[in-house]
């Protein structure tokens, strides 16, 4: 009988609670990503890192990545469900959001957001969103310009270094 206890508690211990990842989910959820200039972001990785509330964050586990979807979705991720490591259901923990342009998760992070707190659910008790709200989320992300816009404002600069040289 102990130790079934002693096994019980142990397994606790271990628990891995689940929350839901999507900044689209009516009524309660609707926080599109957008850059600093208000445009919906698209073309970045999303990078999910969480442990027990109040842990430090370099001491976060990454739990998940997800991309941002495009066209008339642009600025909303693809849903996921990560596992949380060391929470159990009921309890709180804390997420970080990094964000990567392109398709991967190496280099440095465009952008970082959080803490997020969100009770993680076990099995079988559905998982809650991660509470985002219902308003856009600015990632502090500036606007890149596109390649050809550079391209023409390089080519502009170079034909006036030239004009004043030449003059």
């Known amino acids: 009988m102990i130790a079934v206890a002693a096994l019980m508690v142990s ?9 839901i990842f999507n900044n689209r989910s009516l009524p309660d959820v609707n926080a599109p990503f957008q850059d600093s200039s208000g445009v919906n972001l698209t073309g970045y990785t999303v990078q999910l890192l969480a442990g027990p509330k109040g842990t430090a964050v370099d001491q976060l586990q990454a739990i998940g990545t997800t991309d941002m979807r495009t066209g008339n979705a642009a600025g909303y991720v693809n849903p996921t469900t990560p596992t ?6 009921g309890k709180d923990a804390d997420v970080f959001l990094k964000f990567f342009q392109g398709t991967s998760t190496s280099g440095t992070a465009a952008a970082t957001l959080g803490p997020f707190t969100v009770t993680v659910q076990e099995a079988p ?22 390649p050809t816009t550079l391209a023409l404002g390089l080519i502009g600069l170079g034909s006036l270094l030239a004009l004043r040289r030449r003059n």
């Open 125 to 146: 008790a559905t998982p809650v969103p991660l509470p985002l709200g219902t308003s856009p989320i600015n990632t502090g992300i500036g606007t890149v310009p596109e």
């Open 11 to 19: 397994i606790a211990a271990y628990g891995q609670g689940q929350f």
């Open 84 to 89: 949380v490591p060391g929470v159990a259901g």
